[in-house]
């Protein structure tokens, strides 16, 4: 029955969507190209550039002289993490400085699924529970949004 409802398919499709990168969440256009590739006009608007006077640079060089790139020594990291830390690190590098604003914008998202499932969550209790569990007054199980989940995510 629950399967047949189009604002719990809606809500499951979202849902997904949500959790891949770039999701349901494509406001802020394409992210600036990386530092390596930027002109210094880019870089400084972006944030990426970091003026130094010669005498911090030379005194960089001097106490790093002989020092060692930690993936020389370890070569592990990024490489070695799991998927989904790999995938979360990617995320959060290609949305740059918009991180917080698009997190907001997705947990909002989030609870705008949530709420939708409501009313569907009340019509299950009231058409499958028993009598004593509607009639309890305890917090009722919120069913419709934990089904969207598991069929979103295959659980």
Request: proline fraction near 9%.
């Amino acid at each position: 029955r629950i399967a047949r409802d189009a604002t719990w398919r809606r809500a499951v499709a979202q849902l997904r969507a949500l959790a891949l990168p770039g999701g349901l969440d494509e406001g802020d256009g394409p992210p600036p190209p990386p530092l390596w590739k930027q002109r210094p006009a880019e870089a400084i608007a972006a944030g990426d550039f970091l003026p130094a006077a010669t005498e911090e640079v030379d005194e960089h060089l001097r106490q790093s002289r002989g020092a060692c790139h930690p993936r020389a020594v370890q070569p592990v990291g990024l490489a070695a993490a799991e998927p989904s830390l790999r995938a979360a690190v990617r995320q959060l590098h290609l949305w740059r400085d918009a991180t917080q604003a698009r997190r907001k914008r997705r947990l909002l998202k989030l609870q705008q699924l949530e709420s939708s499932l409501l009313p569907l969550s009340d019509e299950l209790r009231r058409d499958f529970s028993p009598a004593h569990m509607r009639e309890d007054g305890a917090p009722r199980l919120h069913s419709a949004w934990l089904g969207c989940i598991a069929r979103a995510f295959k659980l």
